[in-house]
């Protein structure tokens, strides 16, 4: 019965080395954990990246749009409208006619007075935020450090997007808690007018 025992004790022990011991399986379970996260990685990636080239289009588009309208001696707003078609195309392959807006500005000082927003116009894409500038006939709110002096018109440019990640929306709620910028995301450029006084619009 001893004998007996033993035996069974030293199958047991034989069979339980012999499980431990036993690899077959073990790379797909380390395959099952690792792929999540390295899909999570890529795509994760992926919108990070495409939220960098966003911003830096909004960028480009807002320098375009400052530049544009500061060149000509004097501007209307049906030329203005006609301008913000070069930002819906810096801004490509997002779709800013659908999903962004422009607010351009005219922020002038008389002497002796404070500056303040001379005029504004909106358009671009379907929306319409309040101005990071200021709405006419208010003081501007310019960077820290920007002066504008007696005679000086500076002309703004606010180029605005409202940003949806492809596949995470958690990286919205990232941007809630101060990681990244808000959902709306805007990107401004500040211009002097090359030959002439732009703090009022022409009459076409």
Same mark, same amino acid.
């Given at each position: ?10 199958? /047991? /022990? ?11 399986? +073990? ?11 390295? /899909? ?9 990246? %495409? &939220?960098? *080239?966003?911003? !830096?289009?909004?960028? %480009? ?11 000509? +001696? ?33 922020? &002038? ?22 101005? #990071? ?13 920007? #002066? ?11 180029? &605005? ?23 709306? /995301?805007?990107?401004?450029? &500040?211009? !002097?007018? %090359?030959?002439?006084? *732009?703090?009022? *619009? +022409?009459?076409?």
């Amino acid at each position: 019965m001893i004998r007996i025992n033993n035996r069974v004790k030293r199958s /047991l /022990l034989s069979h339980t080395r012999r499980f431990s011991s036993d690899t077959n399986g +073990s790379t797909i379970i380390e395959f099952a954990f690792i792929v999540p996260i390295v /899909l999570l990685m890529l795509l994760g990636g992926f919108d990070v990246a %495409r &939220y960098i *080239l966003l911003n !830096q289009k909004l960028d %480009r588009a807002a320098a375009t749009m400052s530049d544009l309208v500061s060149r000509p +001696s004097n501007i209307t707003e049906a030329e203005i409208n006609q301008l913000m078609r070069a930002a819906v195309e810096v801004v490509e392959p997002f779709d800013l006619a659908t999903d962004g807006g422009v607010i351009i500005s005219s922020v &002038y000082k008389r002497p002796g007075q404070a500056a303040s927003v001379t005029w504004q116009i909106k358009g671009g894409g379907p929306l319409r935020p309040i101005s #990071i500038i200021g709405g006419v006939g208010n003081p501007p709110v310019m960077p820290n450090g920007f #002066i504008i002096r007696d005679n000086e018109n500076i002309i703004t440019a606010e180029v &605005y997007y409202d940003y949806k990640p492809l596949f995470f929306q958690a990286l919205k709620n990232i941007a809630n808690a101060g990681f990244l910028p808000d959902g709306m /995301l805007v990107q401004t450029a &500040y211009r !002097q007018p %090359r030959l002439g006084d *732009l703090s009022t *619009l +022409s009459v076409p």
